[in-house]
């Protein structure tokens, strides 16, 4: 017992580990506890045992192994750092656990296993299981495949990854172990229920009484897909969804779907080892495939055949044997050898898959061509392989060799090839079969339906049928539309036959998602021929998985094809109607008189033909009110126009007549549902008349109501054939004017081109000049949407037009296309088709691609020129690249056809001869432009060889390689080169410079892509060997590259990559992954389609490439800011002008439009390849979010990692360091922009930047520093127009930053500020005036304290005209904000300024002089003593200016009052173009002051008799002894009384307010949206309206509803009076009286109207109460005739507003407005002081109102208000006022609604936040205790009451008696008892009346006093502190109050 009592007093993990058994056991059990009773899984108490839960899984003794594993179980279960220990502990139980012969034992272990697997662990644990599958005892094999099997049970093979456990499990069917062999079959039968067909080949070779078994028990299996059922940590919300099923019954049918989601299809192909065949070839393979015996040729074709039988195939250079295959294909004459040939081509597609795609094109041709073979076997051998290599590749890459061999003459051939594209369609879906791939197949398969072979009509039948079903008949039928009836037929009828690769269904999203191609791959990939139609099935999986993860409209289009089915009718209805609409027939004159006699007067038909002008008038004049009166249903189009037709028709000579003809035309296509067929009828007779100068317009106006019925496209075709039929010069100009503005209205998207291209040639030619200036003017608006390669169609016109054509495109230049406004709405709301717009946009882009003249080269290629090419002497092979560039040169646009050339040039780039590779490059990068977007077909044979060169020891081979790859990528984007394992093969290889190039390149490329293949995952694990690479370099480009590769694949994808590493590895490259987590950019945001379409916009550029299933979109500046516009829109799509947002970029467009910048227009091409070039890459935002980058940009420069932004001239570090910062969140085309040697590039991207800034502002504000620290770098360029450019976006830019309220932080503002004021000195006038508008700006985001000591520098400078601006700024800095701008003392600040008076120049002298002058006007005399000692010359200066500044304004002055407010116009100006709106916010007190300068002598002027001793009062510790000189007597009577309010003068009222809209509500939106208008005379005209409305009792309600948006007009329209009508020299002041007396009378009149005043919200009543206060301090106003009528009407109106609003909003806008004005500390202590009083009032009026408020809401605003402001904060503040304000309301609520109050905290979230709880808790008590004894005194009811008994004139001269003894020196004391003992015993009276006009020195002074007594009396010692602080003597001195003081001054406590 000694030796247990010892263990037992160990702690728990020692006896763990203790050797005695039973004290281990003893530890265990204890642990079990311990851990079931920790309920933190981040307790540092589960660390403790990290090292020890392996121990006790293997522990020696059987028992405590048993309390071990429960310990275990648990720990795992509940520790956060369990996942650590999973290797060792799994390792264990394997090992130690399930061996063991207690069954318990192996259970534990296997649930220990499955518990790591659910913390995330599944990939450790598997490899652990996996090893013990090779452990020679038979019982722990046993226990793994059980454990494994379970697992998958549970979890699903999307957790559990089968591939490397079908590895293993033919292996285990060969155990000699029964048990073995027995669970090996379970688990078996348990993989096959979760990917069934897929696990047949791998089982293929396993004994086949075995494989019968399993075969029995597959088939016993379920049809329904399995469910996972335990789900990891991370899936918790797919838990209790599965767990909600199960309760509900487990309804099999509700988890169908999420089955179908959780179960992910596996692909059989992914489940095998690929085998390599290269090298088992037989060595003499190529000499005996050559040889002339065919014997020997079929030998050599068996041996393939049978390596081909592979399933699947190890990647490698197959080159030379598919060419030596392709040429017996192509030359045997033993057709038994083509089709062995064949075969072994169609394995090895099957065996390669995708990896094959880059052989496809060269044998593709070879195939087609020897279709002309009859014998069946070989059709079929050459059928099977040319399926088997489709699947490798995309239709697009195959189209050009399809269509080549269209026109063969071998009926055979054509058959073959029809029944190819036939096959073709059916694996593909809508998205890929885009109109642009139909377009040309459709053209080819037309003409074979005419063939005289009917096997080949039959063909092209089938064909046509099989791309109707897939695509649908809405993108089938324009290309069908001159077929007759009976063959239309006969491709519908086809089109029910077709059987489609994935089910019988139509494409779309849905069938991508759902088809299960599974079940046909096992003969396929078993080694046997095969059904061909199977191995269709097995690949179309793999198809259709790309397109269906991409975004857009496709799956939308897919869900509604899916939901009606292929035959369905719901889906043939929606097309039939559409076809209706489009194909009506045409109906005899007979039936077309019988359906007009329906719906016309009969007197109206009958004068038709009249010979009377007069009558044939009148009956048109019918017609036209037959047709308005007409309903869309019943209005026959084609009818009606054929009566308008008839005689006369379009031969009408009378104008008048012909006029209205043309109206009702375009009142019948807008109003009915109008055909081509009738369009056909009347667009002869508009073309005649649309030269005719009466009838001119409403022919156009007909034509574009029929092109928005049929479309533009057709209408426009028809028109331009017609006009260019008939000879009339006019009317050819005309239409070509008609079709030009007709392009601006409806966009370009699906216009013929071509068409156009040949008709404008004509017109060009044409010898009236009025006809050339149309085309031209037509070539500039096609300009707009086809970019430069319009250009290459009119190059072979003479000189002198080309020249004007070359003026037009330059007039063009850098504008982008407008927003369509026609058109759109009603074809996309017809069809719901989200795919279908794509594509038409797509078209347009394309279009012109297609356009371009391309020239076949193929037959140049000749035997002799490729041999040449691979000569052995390098002289001759040069010979031979020279050739092929002069023949590109020559053709400038080539077909995609090059013959041998790609080989050839492959070989080259391995040329041992540098140059040579160099010379190839160059002719690749050629051949890349010359090709255009076709080059992507030779991506895999002659696109990845080049990125191989990237290899190489030389710097100029890997550059030109790189060169050359960003010119593929230019044409072909990036999809094609992620796609399969090229890239990461490249990767692999262990070459320094190739990997450093190749990351390097990727980490430009990915951040710029939407989306990205599925494939860039395989390069992942070479991304992490080359992050441990020796090489720095490449280590160092790796790690740039790693938050790019997760941007894309995700951190959990990356994170489990990792899984293979080795331990040590792993660790650091996890934690690279961490830190590249916190720095990866968020994804370029895709554009949305919806929200584009919400607005109208479908400019042709902004669409995705739909066409090849591409996710990359290219759209130019203008579409992505369309975009944005919409999304802005917000949910009012169709409104053009009501529409807030849009008005808000109006400005943004404004300032770009007249930039010359060449917006998407970078490269040569760029928009004619709209979907494929670099424009690719511009498509996302230009400024990526980095989660805390800007933060940790601080740290490092605070933590001196980087340098600091300090220098006199930039040097090359800073400007590097800056572009490293930068890479990560500026896109790289902009930054390549801003960083470029020439600063044309710097003005365009500023132009950008300037585009983008409204849209992207978070963006922007995250990116800030860095975008300040580049403008500081154009500030040391010498170059204006950069400069200038820069100023303009700076104004806009803290515009935005303004009205974000950000704040600039110290890194900011310490990089930029320094250099801006630098600019302050810039000898040009203009610029200077720019900085000074931007310093203005900034003291809106920038304390102007601050902003203060950086212009104090400036004035350090040897710049003298600098030191004087400098100084001028500081001069307004003062004025604006007081003294307390001036940092770090007064004393000091004017000490420095003074000095510059004795400065040579004279200008810095004046500055200096007028800025002390300023600070005289504010602080008076005390400037002299604050100066110090000046020379006698210097301060006799100074006096003297003083003088003239106060008689007169000096010259100064009047040169600030002419410069400044132009100048502030000029800045509020740009605010406006940026937005019209809030922009008024912008201009700041700043501006009002130095718009004011001139009036400085009347604002500043304070009165002499309260100027005091300042330092003599701060220096007296005795008694106060100052004079003061006899107080002027104020009538007070007058005030009290009641206050006349000013009569609005305002016209009379419209006429047409009743009747101008039927609509109330419309009207007065209408109305009320003219009150905020610029122009005062509709502003008053409005309001007029507005008043009449409101003083009629039977009208007023009409307001009801619109009360927030009028008030909002309203002070909009005070904010524009302060801000710009003030401000405006020119504007009559009369003006301004009389459009405030309106607003007044309007506001009053409301207020008087309860029910209307309690609809006003609280965030209007605060904006209202600010815009009132603020007018109330507009000491403008007293410049204004009638000022004091003004002021007191705005006293009764803030009366009426506290009084008649809503009580609970009102009280919560004060709250928030005084929290607001306290935490500004631009704010004027007056504009607080106000807004108490106005709280003071509510407060009185509490009593009456209390029962009304929502005391929760105003509890909340109170615990929001004492939140920001505690007590303590608010102790600190100048004035005691907010303090007590805030403790009499809450007093006044305790004592109205006693402990009752507290239950009104129920809106409080966190109560602790502030001290509000605590205070009301205290305050309770306190009341309670003394109840009724001591109160607040602001709130006692009885105070004020008091000084009613005594009379007026009394309290006047008792008063006025008190004051005159404070000022006198002898008797200040006793004045100040006296005043003390008179406002005791009479606790309102007002003395404000006495401050007044006093300085707020005197104002503290007087305060102080009283306090100094009430604290002698009560025995409370001294003055606090804080009271001291009020008399520092900086204040700034209080101007003049109005009288509206004494009003709001009655409800102060006292």
């Not at 004619?1168 to 935002?1181: F, I």
């Not at 800030?1264 to 806009?1292: A, G, Q």
């Amino acid at each position: 017992m000694g030796d247990d009592s010892e263990w037992m007093k160990l702690p728990i993990d020692q006896k763990c580990e203790h050797k005695l058994w039973k004290a281990r056991l003893n530890g265990y059990e204890e642990a079990l506890k311990l851990f079931e009773k920790i309920d933190d899984e981040k307790s540092p108490e589960w660390s403790k045992y990290l090292g020890l839960v392996k121990k006790f899984v293997t522990d020696s003794n059987a028992v405590a192994q048993l309390k071990g594993l429960e310990a275990a179980l648990a720990y795992v279960e509940n520790a956060h750092v369990a996942g650590k220990t999973t290797g060792e502990v799994v390792s264990g139980v394997v090992n130690k656990v399930f061996n063991q012969p207690k069954a318990r034992a192996k259970e534990l272990g296997t649930d220990i296993c499955l518990m790591f697997i659910e913390i995330e662990k599944g990939e450790i644990v598997q490899e652990e299981i996996l090893k013990g599958l090779d452990n020679k005892n038979p019982k722990i094999i046993v226990a793994c495949i059980e454990t494994l099997r379970k697992a998958l049970s549970e979890f699903g093979s999307k957790i559990i990854s089968l591939k490397p456990i079908i590895k293993v499990l033919p292996k285990l069917f060969e155990s000699r172990e029964k048990a073995v062999r027995d669970e090996a079959k379970l688990f078996a039968v348990e993989i096959y229920r979760w990917i069934r067909d897929a696990l047949r080949p791998p089982l293929q070779n396993i004994n086949s009484v075995q494989l019968k078994e399993l075969e029995e028990e597959w088939v016993k299996l379920p049809l329904s897909a399995p469910k996972q059922s335990r789900f990891l940590r991370s899936q918790q919300e797919m838990k209790a969804k599965f767990e909600q099923q199960q309760a509900a019954g487990g309804d099999a049918d509700a988890g169908g779907d999420d089955g179908d989601e959780a179960v992910p299809q596996v692909d059989a192909y992914e489940l095998l080892e690929a085998v390599e065949i290269l090298s088992k070839l037989p060595k003499d393979f190529y000499d005996k495939i050559e040889a002339k015996k065919w014997q020997e040729r079929k030998e050599a074709l068996e041996a393939v055949e049978v390596l081909v039988k592979n399933p699947k195939l190890e990647a490698g250079d197959y080159a030379d044997l598919v060419k030596a295959l392709k040429k017996v294909v192509g030359k045997d004459t033993n057709v038994m050898l083509v089709a062995l040939a064949a075969k072994c081509l169609a394995g090895l597609a099957t065996g390669l898959r995708k990896k094959f795609g880059q052989y496809a094109g060269h044998v593709v041709p070879t195939i087609l061509e020897k279709f002309k073979e009859k014998k069946p076997q070989v059709v079929q051998a050459l059928q099977e392989a040319i399926d088997a290599i489709f699947l490798t590749t995309t239709l697009q890459n195959l189209s050009e060799d399809i269509l080549a061999v269209m026109d063969n003459k071998n009926p055979t051939i054509k058959q073959q090839t029809s029944l190819f594209i036939a096959r073709s369609f059916r694996h593909c879906n809508s998205t890929v079969l885009s109109k642009s791939l139909l377009k040309p197949f459709c053209a080819a398969l037309l003409k074979h339906i005419n063939d005289s072979a009917p096997e080949v009509r039959d063909a092209a039948f089938e064909a046509l049928g099989t791309a109707l079903k897939v695509a649908g008949e809405k993108a089938v039928n324009p290309f069908l539309t001159d077929v007759d009836k009976l063959k239309l037929d006969r491709i519908k009828e086809s089109a029910e036959k077709v059987e489609l690769a994935g089910g019988s269904r139509a494409s779309g999203g849905a069938d991508r998602k759902e088809s299960k191609p599974v079940a046909g791959k096992a003969p396929a990939l078993s080694g046997a021929a095969g059904d061909k139609d199977t191995k269709d099935n097995s690949k179309s999986g793999a198809q259709k998985k790309a397109p269906a993860a991409k975004s857009g409209g496709p799956p939308k289009k897919g869900k509604q094809a899916a939901a009606g089915g292929a035959g369905s009718t719901g889906t043939k209805g929606k097309k039939g109607s559409e076809v209706k609409e489009i194909f009506e027939p045409e109906l005899s004159i007979e039936v077309c008189e019988e359906k007009a006699s329906a719906v016309l007067p009969a007197a109206c038909l009958q004068q038709l033909d009249s010979g009377n002008w007069k009558e044939r008038l009148a009956c048109m004049e019918e017609f036209q009110k037959a047709v308005e009166l007409m309903d869309r249903a019943e209005m026959p189009c084609q009818a009606l126009v054929r009566m308008l037709a008839k005689k006369p028709g379009w031969k009408e000579t009378n104008f008048q007549v012909m006029q209205i003809k043309l109206h009702i035309v375009a009142l019948i296509a807008q109003k009915g549902t109008f055909s081509k067929t009738s369009a056909q009828i009347v667009l002869d007779g508009l073309v005649d008349k649309i030269g005719d100068v009466k009838c001119g317009n409403n022919a156009k106006e007909a034509l574009t109501a029929i092109a928005e019925a049929c479309q533009l496209p057709w209408t426009a075709e028809q028109v331009m054939s017609m006009a260019f039929s008939q000879k009339n010069p006019k009317n050819q100009s005309e239409t070509l004017n008609w079709l030009s503005n007709a392009i601006k209205e409806f966009g370009f998207s699906g216009l013929n081109v071509k068409a156009f291209i040949s008709n404008v040639k004509t017109a060009l030619a044409a010898t009236n000049p009025a006809v050339r200036t149309s085309a031209i003017t037509l070539l500039g608006g096609m300009y707009l949407y086809v970019g430069p390669p319009l250009r290459m169609f009119f190059e072979d016109e003479k000189p002198a037009l080309l020249s004007q054509i070359d003026a037009e495109f330059e007039k063009m230049q850098g504008q982008t296309p407008p927003a369509p406004t026609r058109g759109n709405t009603r074809h996309v709301a017809g069809s719901g088709d989200d795919g279908e717009e794509g594509d038409e946009q797509e078209d347009a882009g394309n279009d012109v691609v297609d356009l371009l003249p391309r020239t076949d080269i193929s037959d140049k290629i000749t035997s002799e020129l490729v041999s040449k090419i691979g000569d052995k002497n390098w002289k001759i092979r040069k010979e031979g690249l020279d050739e092929v560039a002069s023949i590109i040169n020559e053709a400038k646009f080539i077909q995609p056809s090059i013959g041998e050339l790609a080989p050839a040039l492959k070989s080259r780039l391995n040329d041992s001869n540098k140059i040579l590779v160099q010379q190839t490059l160059t002719i690749l990068q050629q051949l890349a432009t010359a090709m255009g977007p076709n080059i992507k077909q030779h991506v895999k044979n002659l696109g990845i060889p080049i990125v191989t060169i990237l290899g190489d020891s030389k710097s100029n081979v890997r550059a030109a390689s790189l060169t050359t790859v960003n010119a593929w990528i230019e044409q072909t984007g990036m999809k094609e080169w992620l796609e399969g394992e090229d890239l990461s093969e490249e990767l692999k290889k262990e070459n320094p410079f190739l990997r450093q190039e190749l990351l390097g390149w990727l980490a430009e490329k990915l951040p710029t892509l939407r989306s990205v293949p599925s494939d860039l995952v395989l390069c992942v694990p070479h991304l992490y060997s080359c992050l441990e690479d020796r090489n720095g370099d490449v280590r160092k480009k790796a790690q740039d590259a790693l938050p790019f590769f997760m941007m894309h694949l995700g951190f959990e994808k990356m994170a489990k990559a990792t899984g293979k590493l080795k331990p040590t590895s792993k660790d650091q490259v996890l934690a690279m992954l961490e830190k590249a987590k916190a720095n990866m950019p968020a994804k370029p945001a895709p554009l949305s389609k919806a929200s584009s379409r919400a607005i109208g916009t479908a400019a042709a550029k902004s669409q995705v490439a739909s066409g090849s299933g591409e996710d990359y979109s290219s759209s130019t500046m203008e579409s992505k800011a369309d975009a944005k516009k919409a999304k802005a829109g917000g949910t009012a799509p169709k409104s053009k002008h009501s529409d807030a947002s849009t008005n808000l970029t109006k400005g943004n467009s404004n300032l770009t439009k007249n930039k010359p910048t060449k917006q998407g227009i970078q490269g040569k091409k760029v928009p004619s390849k709209s979907n494929l070039k670099e424009d690719d890459d511009r498509s996302g935002p230009v400024f990526i979010l980095v989660p805390n980058g800007k933060e940790q940009r601080m740290k490092d420069e605070k933590g001196l990692k980087v340098l600091k932004w300090n220098f006199t001239t930039p040097r090359d570090e800073y400007i590097e360091q800056l572009k490293t910062q930068m890479s990560s969140c500026v896109a790289r085309w902009l930054q390549d922009e801003m960083f470029h040697a020439d600063f044309q590039h710097h003005n365009k991207a500023i132009a950008v930047m300037v585009e983008h800034l409204d849209n992207e502002r978070d963006g922007v504000i995250s990116c800030l520093d860095l975008i300040l620290k580049w403008l500081t770098l154009r500030f040391f360029d010498t170059n204006t127009s950069v400069l200038m450019k820069v100023l303009e976006y700076l104004k806009l830019l803290f515009a935005m930053l303004n009205q974000e309220e950000y704040h600039l932080t110290e890194n900011e503002a310490t990089s930029f500020i320094p250099y801006l004021v630098l600019k302050v000195g810039e000898p040009k006038d203009v610029i200077r005036r720019d900085v000074r508008a931007i310093l203005n700006r900034m003291c809106l985001v920038y304390p102007a304290s601050k902003m203060f000591t950086f212009i104090m520098e400036g004035t350090k400078s040897k710049n003298s005209k600098q030191r004087a601006e400098c100084l001028e700024e500081l001069g307004c800095l003062v004025e604006s904000y007081g003294m307390n701008v001036c940092q770090p003392t007064p004393g000091k600040v004017l000490k420095e300024i003074a000095i510059h008076i004795g400065d040579r120049d004279n200008t810095v002298r004046n500055a200096a002089l007028n800025t002390i002058v300023t600070v005289y006007n504010v602080h008076g005399d005390q400037v002299f003593k604050q100066i110090g000692n000046l020379s006698e010359k210097d301060m006799s200066m100074l006096e003297e200016r003083i003088k003239r500044s106060a008689k007169r304004p000096n010259a100064t002055s009047a040169k600030q009052v002419e410069e400044k407010p132009q100048r502030t116009q000029n800045a509020s100006a740009n605010a406006n173009m940026l937005r019209k709106g809030p922009a008024e916010d912008m201009s700041s007190k700043l501006n009002q002051a130095r718009n004011m300068s001139g009036h400085s002598e009347t604002t500043h002027a304070v009165p002499r008799e309260f100027q005091l001793d300042l330092d003599e009062i701060e220096n007296d510790n005795g008694t106060v002894r100052c004079e003061m000189p006899a107080l002027v007597q104020h009538k007070l009577d007058d005030i009290f009384e009641p206050v006349l309010i000013p009569e609005p003068k305002i016209r009379a009222v419209s006429p047409h307010f009743d009747d101008m809209h039927s609509n109330t509500a419309s009207t007065i939106n209408f109305v009320i949206s003219q009150v905020a208008s610029g122009d005062i005379n509709t502003s008053i005209q409005a309001l007029a309206q507005i008043d009449e409305v409101l003083r009629q009792e039977d009208k007023a309600e009409a307001m009801s509803g619109h009360i927030d948006q009028f008030l909002i007009a309203t002070f909009m329209q005070l904010r524009l009076i302060y801000n710009t009508h003030m401000a405006d020299e020119k504007l009559d002041k009369d003006e301004i009286v009389k459009l405030y007396s309106c607003i007044i009378g309007n506001m009053i009149s409301l207020f008087q109207i309860e029910s209307l005043a309690r609809e006003a919200s609280a965030g209007v009543l605060k904006d209202l109460m600010h815009g009132l206060i603020t007018l109330m301090l507009d000491s403008r106003v007293d410049d204004l005739e009638e000022d004091q009528q003004i002021i007191k009407s705005v006293n009764l109106l803030v009366v009426k507003v506290l009084e008649k609003s809503d009580q609970t909003n009102i009280l919560s806008a004060l709250l928030v407005l005084l929290q607001d004005c306290l935490l500004t500390t631009a704010s004027s202590p007056k504009f607080s002081e106000l807004v108490m009083k106005c709280l003071w009032r509510m407060v009185r009026l509490l009593p009456e109102t209390i029962n009304t408020i929502n005391l929760d809401r105003i509890m909340l605003d109170i615990h929001i208000f004492m939140k920001v402001f505690p007590k303590e904060k608010l102790k600190q503040c100048k004035s005691e006022f907010p303090i007590r304000t805030l403790k009499t309301l809450i007093h006044t609520l305790c004592k109205l609604k006693g402990p009752k109050l507290l239950d009104h905290l129920t809106m409080i979230d966190n109560k602790n936040e502030s001290e509000l709880e605590a205070h009301l808790c205290k305050m309770m008590k306190h009341s309670l205790d003394q109840t009724g004894s001591k109160s607040d005194k602001g709130t006692e009811k009885g105070a004020s009451r008091t000084d009613e008994k005594t009379p007026k004139a009394k309290v006047n001269d008792i008063l006025a008696e008190i004051f005159k003894k404070i000022g006198s020196k002898e008797n200040t004391k006793e004045g100040l008892a006296e005043l003390y003992e008179y406002k005791k015993k009479y606790s309102d009276a007002d003395i404000e009346p006495f401050l007044k006009n006093s300085s707020q020195f005197f104002q503290s002074y007087v305060e102080r006093g009283l306090r100094l007594i009430e604290m002698e009396r009560e025995g409370k010692g001294r003055i606090p502190s804080t009271a001291g602080r009020q008399s520092t003597p900086d204040l700034p001195a209080v101007q003049a109050i109005s009288p509206y003081s004494c009003i709001l001054h009655r409800y102060a406590p006292q």
